[in-house]
Protein backbone atom coordinates (compact mmCIF):
# COMPACT_ATOMS: atom_id res chain seq x y z
CA UNK A 1 0.00 0.00 0.00
CA UNK A 2 1.25 3.36 -0.95
CA UNK A 3 1.98 5.91 2.31
CA UNK A 4 -0.60 8.52 3.13
CA UNK A 5 0.79 12.18 2.22
CA UNK A 6 -2.03 13.60 4.52
CA UNK A 7 0.19 15.77 7.38
CA UNK A 8 -0.19 14.75 10.98
CA UNK A 9 -1.12 18.41 11.83
CA UNK A 10 -4.48 17.80 9.82
CA UNK A 11 -5.81 20.26 7.05
CA UNK A 12 -3.60 23.22 7.01
CA UNK A 13 -5.94 25.53 5.48
CA UNK A 14 -8.06 24.83 8.57
CA UNK A 15 -5.13 25.43 10.71
CA UNK A 16 -4.33 28.66 9.37
CA UNK A 17 -8.11 29.78 9.33
CA UNK A 18 -8.04 28.91 13.15
CA UNK A 19 -4.80 31.14 13.67
CA UNK A 20 -6.30 34.00 11.86
CA UNK A 21 -9.50 34.02 13.62
CA UNK A 22 -7.79 33.74 17.06
CA UNK A 23 -5.20 37.20 16.08
CA UNK A 24 -8.61 39.05 15.04
CA UNK A 25 -10.16 38.06 18.64
CA UNK A 26 -7.06 39.15 20.31
CA UNK A 27 -7.04 42.22 18.20
CA UNK A 28 -10.31 42.96 19.36
CA UNK A 29 -9.81 42.56 23.16
CA UNK A 30 -6.89 44.36 23.54
CA UNK A 31 -8.72 47.06 21.18
CA UNK A 32 -11.78 47.12 23.86
CA UNK A 33 -9.47 47.22 26.72
CA UNK A 34 -7.56 50.34 25.25
CA UNK A 35 -10.81 52.15 24.78
CA UNK A 36 -12.16 51.23 28.21
CA UNK A 37 -8.95 52.88 29.36
CA UNK A 38 -9.66 56.09 27.44
CA UNK A 39 -13.14 56.08 28.73
CA UNK A 40 -12.52 55.78 32.30
CA UNK A 41 -13.35 58.24 34.61
CA UNK A 42 -10.19 60.64 35.76
CA UNK A 43 -9.60 60.28 39.48
CA UNK A 44 -10.31 63.95 41.30
CA UNK A 45 -6.40 64.29 41.53
CA UNK A 46 -5.33 63.07 38.91
CA UNK A 47 -3.13 66.06 36.38
CA UNK A 48 -5.00 67.54 33.64
CA UNK A 49 -3.45 67.47 30.33
CA UNK A 50 -1.69 70.97 29.56
CA UNK A 51 -2.46 72.09 26.14
CA UNK A 52 -1.45 75.31 25.73
CA UNK A 53 1.80 75.23 27.99
CA UNK A 54 0.05 77.60 30.90
CA UNK A 55 2.14 75.15 33.37
CA UNK A 56 4.67 78.20 32.41
CA UNK A 57 3.46 80.44 34.65
CA UNK A 58 3.00 78.04 37.62
CA UNK A 59 5.94 78.64 40.30
CA UNK A 60 7.87 75.64 41.28
CA UNK A 61 11.44 74.59 43.25
CA UNK A 62 12.84 74.77 40.08
CA UNK A 63 11.18 77.58 37.93
CA UNK A 64 11.42 80.46 41.69
CA UNK A 65 14.15 78.64 44.00
CA UNK A 66 12.90 79.68 47.26
CA UNK A 67 9.67 79.62 46.41
CA UNK A 68 6.84 78.43 48.41
CA UNK A 69 3.39 78.98 47.89
CA UNK A 70 2.00 81.34 51.09
CA UNK A 71 -1.59 79.83 52.97
CA UNK A 72 -3.96 83.35 51.89
CA UNK A 73 -4.89 82.34 55.50
CA UNK A 74 -1.88 81.99 57.31
CA UNK A 75 0.90 83.55 55.17
CA UNK A 76 2.40 86.33 57.72
CA UNK A 77 3.83 89.81 55.81
CA UNK A 78 7.49 88.07 55.93
CA UNK A 79 6.19 84.97 54.27
CA UNK A 80 4.73 87.14 51.74
CA UNK A 81 7.64 89.47 51.46
CA UNK A 82 10.20 85.97 51.04
CA UNK A 83 7.70 84.89 48.45
CA UNK A 84 7.77 88.38 46.22
CA UNK A 85 11.65 88.64 46.53
CA UNK A 86 11.97 84.86 45.37
CA UNK A 87 9.38 85.55 42.19
CA UNK A 88 11.50 88.87 41.77
CA UNK A 89 14.96 86.78 41.55
CA UNK A 90 13.34 84.30 39.38
CA UNK A 91 11.87 87.01 36.91
CA UNK A 92 14.93 88.71 36.99
CA UNK A 93 16.96 85.83 35.98
CA UNK A 94 14.92 84.81 32.93
CA UNK A 95 14.81 88.45 31.66
CA UNK A 96 19.00 88.18 31.63
CA UNK A 97 19.46 84.60 30.59
CA UNK A 98 17.04 85.14 27.85
CA UNK A 99 19.41 88.31 26.81
CA UNK A 100 22.49 85.95 27.24
CA UNK A 101 20.67 83.63 24.75
CA UNK A 102 19.86 86.56 22.22
CA UNK A 103 23.17 88.00 22.21
CA UNK A 104 25.36 84.45 22.19
CA UNK A 105 23.14 83.11 19.03
CA UNK A 106 23.33 85.98 17.13
CA UNK A 107 27.33 86.54 17.93
CA UNK A 108 27.21 82.91 16.61
CA UNK A 109 25.26 84.62 13.00
CA UNK A 110 28.15 86.98 12.97
CA UNK A 111 30.81 84.32 13.38
CA UNK A 112 29.44 82.98 10.35
CA UNK A 113 29.28 85.77 8.22
CA UNK A 114 33.13 84.83 8.28
CA UNK A 115 32.79 82.41 5.58
CA UNK A 116 30.78 84.61 3.66
CA UNK A 117 33.27 87.24 3.61
CA UNK A 118 35.95 83.93 2.76
CA UNK A 119 33.35 82.95 -0.37
CA UNK A 120 32.88 86.50 -1.41
CA UNK A 121 36.69 87.37 -1.90
CA UNK A 122 37.72 84.42 -2.90
CA UNK A 123 35.46 84.42 -5.92
CA UNK A 124 36.45 88.01 -6.71
CA UNK A 125 40.37 86.99 -7.06
CA UNK A 126 41.57 84.48 -10.01
CA UNK A 127 42.36 81.35 -9.45
CA UNK A 128 45.81 81.09 -8.86
CA UNK A 129 45.58 82.66 -5.62
CA UNK A 130 42.20 81.17 -4.42
CA UNK A 131 43.98 79.07 -1.86
CA UNK A 132 45.86 81.93 -0.42
CA UNK A 133 42.78 84.16 -0.21
CA UNK A 134 41.04 82.21 1.49
CA UNK A 135 43.35 80.99 3.89
CA UNK A 136 43.56 85.03 5.21
CA UNK A 137 39.64 84.84 5.66
CA UNK A 138 40.11 81.85 7.73
CA UNK A 139 43.18 82.43 9.54
CA UNK A 140 42.44 85.69 10.41
CA UNK A 141 39.37 84.66 12.42
CA UNK A 142 41.97 83.72 14.62
CA UNK A 143 44.26 86.45 14.53
CA UNK A 144 42.05 88.92 14.99
CA UNK A 145 41.13 87.03 18.03
CA UNK A 146 44.63 86.43 19.30
CA UNK A 147 44.90 90.50 19.62
CA UNK A 148 41.42 91.14 20.87
CA UNK A 149 41.61 88.53 23.45
CA UNK A 150 45.18 89.99 24.80
CA UNK A 151 44.20 93.44 25.30
CA UNK A 152 41.39 94.14 22.76
CA UNK A 153 38.75 93.70 24.98
CA UNK A 154 40.39 95.49 27.42
CA UNK A 155 40.70 98.90 25.50
CA UNK A 156 37.65 99.01 24.39
CA UNK A 157 35.37 97.69 26.70
CA UNK A 158 37.28 98.12 29.87
CA UNK A 159 36.14 101.08 30.84
CA UNK A 160 32.22 100.94 30.13
CA UNK A 161 31.09 102.25 33.32
CA UNK A 162 33.96 104.77 33.45
CA UNK A 163 32.31 107.39 32.37
CA UNK A 164 28.72 108.39 32.61
CA UNK A 165 26.82 106.26 29.89
CA UNK A 166 27.60 102.75 31.86
CA UNK A 167 27.83 99.25 30.45
CA UNK A 168 24.72 97.44 28.66
CA UNK A 169 21.70 97.42 31.25
CA UNK A 170 20.82 94.25 28.97
CA UNK A 171 23.79 92.34 30.40
CA UNK A 172 23.35 93.28 34.37
CA UNK A 173 25.27 96.53 33.46
CA UNK A 174 28.55 94.51 33.33
CA UNK A 175 30.14 96.73 36.52
CA UNK A 176 33.35 94.93 36.79
CA UNK A 177 34.26 97.07 33.46
CA UNK A 178 35.07 100.24 35.06
CA UNK A 179 38.28 101.60 34.42
CA UNK A 180 39.00 103.90 31.92
CA UNK A 181 42.07 106.39 30.90
CA UNK A 182 40.28 110.05 30.80
CA UNK A 183 41.19 113.36 30.32
CA UNK A 184 39.79 116.94 31.20
CA UNK A 185 37.25 117.66 33.88
CA UNK A 186 34.21 115.66 34.92
CA UNK A 187 30.70 115.87 33.84
CA UNK A 188 27.85 114.11 35.04
CA UNK A 189 30.18 112.11 37.36
CA UNK A 190 32.21 111.19 35.34
CA UNK A 191 35.99 111.24 35.37
CA UNK A 192 36.65 113.13 31.93
CA UNK A 193 36.89 112.53 28.46
CA UNK A 194 37.04 108.37 28.09
CA UNK A 195 40.32 107.49 26.15
CA UNK A 196 41.01 103.65 26.64
CA UNK A 197 39.80 100.90 28.88
CA UNK A 198 42.36 99.27 31.31
CA UNK A 199 40.91 96.20 32.65
CA UNK A 200 39.90 92.85 31.02
CA UNK A 201 43.39 92.23 29.53
CA UNK A 202 43.31 88.43 28.66
CA UNK A 203 39.43 87.87 30.59
CA UNK A 204 41.14 87.81 33.39
CA UNK A 205 40.56 89.51 36.81
CA UNK A 206 37.24 92.31 36.19
CA UNK A 207 37.38 90.29 32.67
CA UNK A 208 36.09 86.69 33.94
CA UNK A 209 32.55 88.13 34.38
CA UNK A 210 29.69 85.97 32.93
CA UNK A 211 27.87 89.42 31.60
CA UNK A 212 31.48 90.79 30.17
CA UNK A 213 32.33 87.21 28.59
CA UNK A 214 29.20 87.22 26.52
CA UNK A 215 30.14 90.48 25.28
CA UNK A 216 33.53 89.82 24.41
CA UNK A 217 32.25 86.79 22.40
CA UNK A 218 30.16 89.11 20.16
CA UNK A 219 32.48 91.86 20.48
CA UNK A 220 35.09 89.86 18.60
CA UNK A 221 33.56 88.99 15.83
CA UNK A 222 32.99 92.70 15.46
CA UNK A 223 35.74 92.99 15.07
CA UNK A 224 36.96 90.31 13.17
CA UNK A 225 34.33 91.30 10.27
CA UNK A 226 37.20 94.59 10.29
CA UNK A 227 40.03 92.40 9.86
CA UNK A 228 38.69 90.82 7.19
CA UNK A 229 37.82 93.70 5.31
CA UNK A 230 41.66 94.38 4.67
CA UNK A 231 42.14 91.06 2.69
CA UNK A 232 39.94 91.87 0.37
CA UNK A 233 41.83 95.14 -0.50
CA UNK A 234 44.99 93.74 -0.70
CA UNK A 235 43.85 90.10 -2.08
CA UNK A 236 46.37 88.75 -4.70
CA UNK A 237 50.04 90.47 -3.84
CA UNK A 238 49.68 90.62 0.04
CA UNK A 239 52.73 88.30 1.78
CA UNK A 240 51.05 85.53 4.25
CA UNK A 241 53.28 87.04 7.30
CA UNK A 242 52.73 90.65 7.16
CA UNK A 243 48.83 89.46 6.62
CA UNK A 244 49.54 87.72 9.78
CA UNK A 245 51.14 90.49 12.04
CA UNK A 246 48.67 93.15 10.41
CA UNK A 247 45.66 91.45 11.72
CA UNK A 248 46.74 90.64 15.25
CA UNK A 249 47.61 94.88 15.53
CA UNK A 250 43.82 95.37 14.19
CA UNK A 251 42.32 93.39 16.90
CA UNK A 252 45.06 94.39 19.46
CA UNK A 253 44.55 97.84 19.20
CA UNK A 254 43.73 99.42 16.11
CA UNK A 255 40.04 98.47 16.01
CA UNK A 256 39.54 98.56 19.85
CA UNK A 257 40.60 102.10 20.49
CA UNK A 258 38.08 103.46 18.07
CA UNK A 259 35.54 101.27 18.75
CA UNK A 260 35.61 102.17 22.60
CA UNK A 261 35.28 106.03 22.20
CA UNK A 262 32.18 105.16 20.31
CA UNK A 263 31.05 101.63 22.12
CA UNK A 264 33.14 101.88 25.46
CA UNK A 265 32.13 104.70 26.48
CA UNK A 266 34.72 107.17 25.23
CA UNK A 267 35.01 110.86 23.91
CA UNK A 268 32.94 110.43 20.69
CA UNK A 269 29.85 108.69 22.55
CA UNK A 270 30.39 111.90 25.22
CA UNK A 271 29.70 114.01 22.74
CA UNK A 272 26.01 114.26 23.72
CA UNK A 273 25.56 114.90 27.12
CA UNK A 274 29.55 117.10 27.88
CA UNK A 275 29.13 119.64 24.47
CA UNK A 276 25.54 119.28 23.62
CA UNK A 277 26.16 117.48 20.03
CA UNK A 278 22.86 115.62 20.19
CA UNK A 279 22.72 112.01 21.71
CA UNK A 280 26.81 112.08 20.67
CA UNK A 281 28.03 109.42 18.34
CA UNK A 282 25.56 106.98 17.46
CA UNK A 283 26.42 104.24 15.76
CA UNK A 284 23.47 101.30 16.64
CA UNK A 285 25.30 98.61 14.98
CA UNK A 286 28.75 99.49 13.48
CA UNK A 287 29.10 100.97 10.31
CA UNK A 288 31.19 103.84 11.48
CA UNK A 289 32.93 101.15 14.20
CA UNK A 290 33.02 97.85 11.88
CA UNK A 291 33.14 98.99 8.45
CA UNK A 292 34.54 102.18 8.22
CA UNK A 293 37.16 101.51 9.65
CA UNK A 294 37.81 98.46 7.89
CA UNK A 295 37.27 100.16 4.72
CA UNK A 296 39.59 103.29 5.82
CA UNK A 297 42.48 100.61 6.82
CA UNK A 298 41.76 98.92 3.31
CA UNK A 299 42.32 102.04 1.59
CA UNK A 300 45.89 103.23 3.04
CA UNK A 301 46.63 99.58 2.79
CA UNK A 302 45.69 99.24 -1.15
CA UNK A 303 48.00 102.98 -1.85
CA UNK A 304 51.05 101.59 0.17
CA UNK A 305 51.15 98.40 -0.92
CA UNK A 306 50.47 99.60 -5.03
CA UNK A 307 48.49 97.60 -7.91
CA UNK A 308 48.46 94.55 -9.26
CA UNK A 309 50.88 93.84 -11.88
CA UNK A 310 49.37 94.34 -15.27
CA UNK A 311 45.99 96.40 -13.30
CA UNK A 312 46.61 99.91 -15.11
CA UNK A 313 48.58 100.41 -18.28
CA UNK A 314 51.31 103.23 -19.09
CA UNK A 315 48.73 104.48 -21.25
CA UNK A 316 46.58 104.70 -18.17
CA UNK A 317 43.91 102.06 -19.49
CA UNK A 318 41.98 100.40 -16.56
CA UNK A 319 42.69 96.71 -17.57
CA UNK A 320 39.58 94.80 -15.81
CA UNK A 321 41.39 91.44 -14.29
CA UNK A 322 38.04 89.61 -14.43
CA UNK A 323 37.15 86.94 -11.01
CA UNK A 324 37.21 83.04 -11.20
CA UNK A 325 34.02 82.16 -9.52
CA UNK A 326 30.95 84.47 -9.79
CA UNK A 327 28.68 81.93 -8.30
CA UNK A 328 30.85 81.47 -5.33
CA UNK A 329 30.68 85.43 -4.72
CA UNK A 330 26.50 84.91 -5.02
CA UNK A 331 26.41 82.05 -2.60
CA UNK A 332 29.04 84.01 -0.26
CA UNK A 333 26.68 87.19 -0.39
CA UNK A 334 23.57 85.84 0.80
CA UNK A 335 25.39 84.21 3.68
CA UNK A 336 26.11 87.60 4.74
CA UNK A 337 22.63 88.63 3.92
CA UNK A 338 21.47 85.90 6.62
CA UNK A 339 24.24 86.62 8.93
CA UNK A 340 23.53 90.17 8.76
CA UNK A 341 20.35 89.67 10.47
CA UNK A 342 22.60 88.60 13.53
CA UNK A 343 25.10 91.89 13.18
CA UNK A 344 21.89 94.61 13.49
CA UNK A 345 19.26 92.90 15.44
CA UNK A 346 21.51 91.08 18.02
CA UNK A 347 23.21 94.52 18.52
CA UNK A 348 19.85 95.42 20.87
CA UNK A 349 21.57 92.87 23.15
CA UNK A 350 18.36 92.29 24.17
CA UNK A 351 15.72 89.19 23.08
CA UNK A 352 12.83 90.99 24.60
CA UNK A 353 13.61 94.76 22.82
CA UNK A 354 10.05 95.45 21.20
CA UNK A 355 12.13 97.37 18.22
CA UNK A 356 14.28 93.92 17.11
CA UNK A 357 11.45 93.62 14.35
CA UNK A 358 11.93 96.81 13.00
CA UNK A 359 15.93 96.75 12.87
CA UNK A 360 15.57 93.35 11.04
CA UNK A 361 13.27 94.79 8.46
CA UNK A 362 14.68 97.73 7.55
CA UNK A 363 18.03 95.21 7.25
CA UNK A 364 16.24 93.71 4.59
CA UNK A 365 14.59 96.22 2.95
CA UNK A 366 18.22 98.27 2.22
CA UNK A 367 19.70 95.24 1.35
CA UNK A 368 16.86 94.77 -1.51
CA UNK A 369 16.36 98.63 -2.54
CA UNK A 370 20.31 98.59 -2.71
CA UNK A 371 20.60 95.46 -4.95
CA UNK A 372 17.76 96.67 -7.15
CA UNK A 373 18.97 100.02 -7.71
CA UNK A 374 22.27 99.19 -8.29
CA UNK A 375 21.38 96.57 -10.84
CA UNK A 376 18.88 99.05 -12.46
CA UNK A 377 21.94 101.80 -12.40
CA UNK A 378 24.61 99.40 -14.19
CA UNK A 379 21.74 97.91 -16.73
CA UNK A 380 20.66 101.59 -18.06
CA UNK A 381 25.34 102.77 -17.74
CA UNK A 382 26.68 99.71 -19.31
CA UNK A 383 23.75 97.37 -20.65
CA UNK A 384 23.93 94.74 -18.18
CA UNK A 385 23.37 94.35 -14.36
CA UNK A 386 26.86 93.01 -13.86
CA UNK A 387 26.70 89.95 -11.50
CA UNK A 388 29.33 91.04 -8.68
CA UNK A 389 28.25 94.50 -8.71
CA UNK A 390 24.87 93.22 -7.97
CA UNK A 391 26.22 91.35 -5.18
CA UNK A 392 28.46 94.47 -4.05
CA UNK A 393 25.13 96.82 -4.24
CA UNK A 394 23.67 94.52 -1.87
CA UNK A 395 26.35 94.34 0.62
CA UNK A 396 26.70 98.56 0.64
CA UNK A 397 23.01 98.29 1.58
CA UNK A 398 23.46 96.28 4.64
CA UNK A 399 26.48 98.52 6.09
CA UNK A 400 24.79 101.31 5.18
CA UNK A 401 21.75 100.87 7.30
CA UNK A 402 23.90 98.93 10.25
CA UNK A 403 24.44 102.04 11.89
CA UNK A 404 20.74 103.82 11.32
CA UNK A 405 18.68 100.01 11.36
CA UNK A 406 17.04 101.20 14.63
CA UNK A 407 16.50 104.40 14.52
CA UNK A 408 14.78 105.42 10.98
CA UNK A 409 11.62 104.10 9.35
CA UNK A 410 11.29 101.47 6.81
CA UNK A 411 10.80 104.16 4.21
CA UNK A 412 13.89 105.37 5.38
CA UNK A 413 15.49 102.37 5.13
CA UNK A 414 14.74 101.73 1.62
CA UNK A 415 16.19 105.33 0.72
CA UNK A 416 19.32 104.76 2.59
CA UNK A 417 19.70 101.50 0.68
CA UNK A 418 18.84 103.05 -2.58
CA UNK A 419 21.68 105.65 -2.41
CA UNK A 420 24.42 103.45 -0.90
CA UNK A 421 23.47 100.85 -4.24
CA UNK A 422 24.19 103.68 -6.45
CA UNK A 423 26.85 104.97 -4.58
CA UNK A 424 28.80 102.00 -4.30
CA UNK A 425 29.58 101.72 -8.12
CA UNK A 426 30.64 105.60 -8.44
CA UNK A 427 33.02 104.83 -5.48
CA UNK A 428 34.66 101.75 -7.65
CA UNK A 429 34.90 103.70 -10.99
CA UNK A 430 36.71 106.78 -8.42
CA UNK A 431 39.04 104.65 -6.83
CA UNK A 432 39.64 102.46 -10.33
CA UNK A 433 40.28 106.26 -11.87
CA UNK A 434 42.66 107.52 -9.39
CA UNK A 435 44.46 104.01 -9.78
CA UNK A 436 44.07 102.41 -6.17
CA UNK A 437 43.66 98.68 -6.93
CA UNK A 438 40.82 96.89 -4.58
CA UNK A 439 40.35 93.52 -6.27
CA UNK A 440 36.65 93.00 -4.21
CA UNK A 441 35.55 96.28 -3.56
CA UNK A 442 36.20 96.62 0.12
CA UNK A 443 36.97 100.18 -0.07
CA UNK A 444 33.74 101.22 -1.66
CA UNK A 445 31.15 98.92 0.25
CA UNK A 446 32.70 99.25 3.47
CA UNK A 447 34.44 102.85 3.76
CA UNK A 448 32.09 104.67 1.90
CA UNK A 449 29.14 103.53 2.64
CA UNK A 450 30.28 103.24 6.57
CA UNK A 451 30.57 107.05 6.36
CA UNK A 452 27.08 107.01 4.01
CA UNK A 453 25.62 105.30 7.17
CA UNK A 454 26.72 107.40 10.21
CA UNK A 455 25.76 110.27 7.98
CA UNK A 456 22.30 109.06 7.76
CA UNK A 457 21.91 108.37 11.09
CA UNK A 458 22.38 112.26 11.16
CA UNK A 459 19.60 112.89 8.19
CA UNK A 460 17.20 109.85 8.85
CA UNK A 461 16.62 109.39 12.68
CA UNK A 462 12.85 110.12 13.59
CA UNK A 463 12.81 110.01 17.48
CA UNK A 464 10.95 107.12 17.91
CA UNK A 465 13.74 105.29 19.60
CA UNK A 466 16.54 105.65 21.69
CA UNK A 467 15.79 108.03 24.30
CA UNK A 468 18.75 107.99 27.01
CA UNK A 469 21.19 106.86 24.60
CA UNK A 470 24.37 107.50 25.30
CA UNK A 471 22.97 109.38 28.30
CA UNK A 472 20.87 111.67 26.53
CA UNK A 473 17.19 112.42 26.87
CA UNK A 474 16.76 110.02 29.21
CA UNK A 475 13.13 111.50 30.26
CA UNK A 476 13.10 113.85 27.62
CA UNK A 477 14.43 115.08 23.97
CA UNK A 478 14.02 118.05 22.29
CA UNK A 479 11.08 119.32 24.71
CA UNK A 480 9.48 115.83 23.81
CA UNK A 481 8.92 113.49 26.35
CA UNK A 482 10.54 109.73 25.14
CA UNK A 483 11.87 111.49 21.99
CA UNK A 484 15.25 109.45 20.89
CA UNK A 485 17.92 110.05 17.87
CA UNK A 486 16.55 112.60 16.25
CA UNK A 487 18.21 113.70 12.80
CA UNK A 488 18.21 116.54 10.81
CA UNK A 489 15.23 115.88 8.68
CA UNK A 490 13.28 115.59 12.01
CA UNK A 491 14.36 118.89 13.88
CA UNK A 492 17.78 117.93 15.38
CA UNK A 493 20.91 119.80 13.44
CA UNK A 494 23.40 118.90 16.25
CA UNK A 495 23.21 114.62 15.59
CA UNK A 496 24.52 115.07 12.05
CA UNK A 497 27.52 116.88 13.54
CA UNK A 498 28.37 114.29 15.82
CA UNK A 499 28.17 111.68 13.23
CA UNK A 500 30.58 113.66 10.96
CA UNK A 501 33.07 114.16 13.37
CA UNK A 502 32.32 110.22 14.21
CA UNK A 503 33.15 109.97 10.31
CA UNK A 504 36.41 112.29 9.91
CA UNK A 505 37.70 111.02 13.06
CA UNK A 506 37.44 107.20 12.14
CA UNK A 507 39.07 108.13 8.66
CA UNK A 508 41.62 109.65 10.44
CA UNK A 509 42.38 107.55 13.11
CA UNK A 510 42.78 104.14 10.86
CA UNK A 511 44.90 106.10 8.02
CA UNK A 512 47.06 107.63 10.06
CA UNK A 513 48.02 104.58 12.70
CA UNK A 514 46.88 102.04 10.11
CA UNK A 515 49.55 103.31 7.61
CA UNK A 516 51.79 103.53 10.39
CA UNK A 517 51.66 100.19 11.50
CA UNK A 518 51.49 98.62 8.03
CA UNK A 519 54.61 100.30 7.33
CA UNK A 520 56.56 99.15 9.74
CA UNK A 521 55.78 95.59 9.59
CA UNK A 522 56.70 96.34 5.55
CA UNK A 523 60.06 97.07 6.92
CA UNK A 524 60.11 93.83 9.07
CA UNK A 525 58.66 91.28 6.82
CA UNK A 526 57.95 93.23 3.49
CA UNK A 527 54.20 93.63 2.76
CA UNK A 528 54.41 92.61 -0.77
CA UNK A 529 55.24 89.43 -2.60
CA UNK A 530 58.17 89.17 -5.24
CA UNK A 531 56.62 89.97 -8.78
CA UNK A 532 57.56 86.47 -9.77
CA UNK A 533 55.75 84.74 -6.87
CA UNK A 534 52.79 87.49 -7.93
CA UNK A 535 52.77 86.78 -11.78
CA UNK A 536 52.96 82.85 -10.69
CA UNK A 537 50.28 82.81 -8.26
CA UNK A 538 50.29 83.14 -4.28
CA UNK A 539 49.09 79.56 -3.74
CA UNK A 540 52.42 77.10 -4.08
CA UNK A 541 55.12 79.95 -2.76
CA UNK A 542 52.81 81.58 -0.15
CA UNK A 543 50.52 78.59 1.48
CA UNK A 544 52.30 75.49 -0.13
CA UNK A 545 48.67 74.16 -1.84
CA UNK A 546 46.94 74.91 -4.87
CA UNK A 547 43.02 76.17 -4.52
CA UNK A 548 42.38 74.09 -7.74
CA UNK A 549 45.30 71.83 -8.44
CA UNK A 550 43.41 69.88 -11.21
CA UNK A 551 42.77 72.96 -12.91
CA UNK A 552 46.50 74.26 -13.53
CA UNK A 553 47.23 75.70 -17.39
CA UNK A 554 50.81 74.77 -18.45
CA UNK A 555 51.78 78.26 -18.42
CA UNK A 556 50.54 78.45 -14.81
CA UNK A 557 53.19 74.68 -13.65
CA UNK A 558 55.77 78.00 -13.08
CA UNK A 559 54.25 78.18 -9.91
CA UNK A 560 56.07 74.99 -8.42
CA UNK A 561 59.86 75.98 -9.75
CA UNK A 562 58.84 79.79 -7.90
CA UNK A 563 58.20 78.23 -4.85
CA UNK A 564 61.44 76.21 -4.95
CA UNK A 565 63.65 79.51 -5.79
CA UNK A 566 61.35 81.48 -2.66
CA UNK A 567 62.68 78.38 -0.43
Known amino acids: ?63 VPGYTKPDPAKATVKDLAVAVDAVAQSASHGLYSSNFVWTLIAGFLVMFMQAGFALVETGLIRAKNAAHTMSMNFAVYALGMLGFFICGFAFMCGGLNGTAIGGPASLGGVPTLHSMLTVGGAVNGDHG ?22 LFLFMMVFMDTTATIVTGACAERWSFKSFCLFSVFIGAFIYPVFGGWVWGGGWLAQLGYRVGLGHGAVDYAGSGVVHLQGGALALITAIMI ?143 NGAWGLIAVGLFSDGSYGGGWNGVGATDYLGVAGRGVTGL ?34 KLVGNRVSAEVEIGGLDIPEMGAMGYPEFLKPEEEVAPAIAAKAV
Open 193 to 214: WGLLGTTGFFLTGNGYDAGAIV
Open 306 to 448: GPRIGKYGKDGKINAIKPHHIPMVMLGTFILAFGWFGFNAGSSLAGGDGRIGIVATNTMLAGMSATVFGMVYMWMTTGKPDPSMMCNSMLAGLVAITSPCAFVSPVGAFIIGAVAGVLVIWSVNFFDKIKVDDPVGAISVHGA
Open 489 to 522: FYGDSKQLVAQLVEVVVGIGWNVVVGGLGFWIIG
Open 1 to 63: MLASTKPKGGNPMRTMTRMHRQRRWLAAGVLAALLSMAAAPAMADDPVPDKTGAFQTTPTAYS
